[in-house]
């Protein structure tokens, strides 16, 4: 099963994120399938490719929980 989630990089105390479709069974920082948006926490900056996710949400792929509430707030679900 494909799930959007958060996949961390970047610097200690300073992390950003990249929202990433991969496989349920890898690790965080493993194996992406396709990168979908960025957010930095520290600055509250969110890219979203909307028109990619809507296709992964179409084809079966799950939200984490908090993509799931960044993808609330952006009105996509």
């Known amino acids: 099963m494909l ?3 958060l996949k961390c990089f970047g610097r200690k105390k300073k992390s950003t ?3 990433v479709i991969m496989h349920s069974k890898t ?3 493993g194996k992406v399938i396709e990168q979908v948006g960025f957010l930095n926490p ?3 900056e969110t890219h979203l490719n909307v ?3 809507k296709l992964r949400l ?3 792929a ?3 929980d908090t993509v799931r509430n960044l993808l609330t707030k952006a009105k996509i679900i």
């Open 17 to 19: 994120y990249r929202i």
């Open 42 to 44: 520290n600055t509250k």
């Open 3 to 5: 799930r959007i989630r």
């Open 62 to 64: 799950q939200p984490s």
């Open 51 to 53: 028109e990619k996710i």
């Open 58 to 60: 179409e084809q079966g």
């Open 27 to 29: 690790r965080r920082d």
